[in-house]
């Protein structure tokens, strides 16, 4: 089984609807991660979490919005779809620790498109 | 805002080729610099972390260099695969908290 999984892996929808994209881990990380993906701008990180308690605004985070339910849950919602959040989204998560273990490790993305 | 570029953005080679992929980043204040492989409807999948003190990091046929004063990356792959074919991202961390700036990538094709 994957540690980091998301759900759903592909979803269309319209301008205006509230869209919730979920991730779940196995890893047992601390911190949890929310990046969209488009052609040409790379990787941006749009919220991230170090525990339960503990969420911050990341680069992009305008027109989203963020649960952290318990530790293996991080959701990302979309109040208000808008044709410009079409992107693949991915989370991933880390232990926080020192060093060489501060690597993040990614779920396999949500492909979203706003029509 | 740190700003980081890689480049060529494409790049094919025959196999058994020795490579290097590029990573330059604006802002030399970085806390470690990741490298990442991103297979096609795949998440992302960690190489290689080179902490700011670190010169390089190697792992089998990868090796991975960091120059800070110059604002510089570098993967090399040694006796490049097919099975390397993927797209290659580099990633700095800014803050310590492993927030990453992601460079936009590039497409690596190793032909048989």
């Known amino acids: 089984d994957a540690d980091v999984t998301q759900t759903p892996r592909n979803r269309i929808t319209k301008t205006g609807k509230r869209i919730m994209l979920e991730c779940s881990q196995t890893k047992g990380h601390d911190r949890m991660y929310w990046y969209r993906q488009d052609p040409g701008l790379g990787l941006r990180l749009i919220y991230y979490s170090f525990d339960v308690k503990d969420i911050n605004k990341g680069e992009i985070s305008d027109g989203y919005s963020v649960s952290r339910q318990a530790q293996a849950k991080f959701s990302l919602s979309l109040e208000s779809a808008i044709p410009n959040q079409t992107a693949l989204y991915f989370c991933?998560?880390?232990?926080?620790?020192?060093?060489?273990?501060?690597?993040?490790?990614f779920g396999p993305g949500t492909r979203l498109t706003v029509l | 805002k740190q700003e980081v570029t890689q480049i060529p953005a494409a790049l094919s080679v025959p196999e058994g080729e020795n490579l290097v992929l590029n990573c330059s980043f604006t802002d030399s204040a970085i806390y470690n610099l990741q490298w990442f492989r991103q297979d096609p409807g795949k998440g992302l999948t960690s190489l290689l972390l080179?902490?700011?003190?670190?010169r390089e990091q190697t792992s089998g046929r990868l090796n991975a260099s960091l120059d800070k004063s110059s604002g510089r990356s570098t993967l090399y792959i040694a006796a490049s695969q097919p099975g390397d074919s993927a797209t290659y991202l580099c990633a700095a961390d800014q803050t310590g908290a492993n927030n990453l700036f992601f460079g936009t990538g590039t497409r690596l094709t190793v032909i048989p």
């Open positions: 991933a998560t880390s232990d926080g620790g020192q060093g060489d273990t501060d690597t993040q490790y």
């Open positions: 080179i902490q700011s003190s670190q």
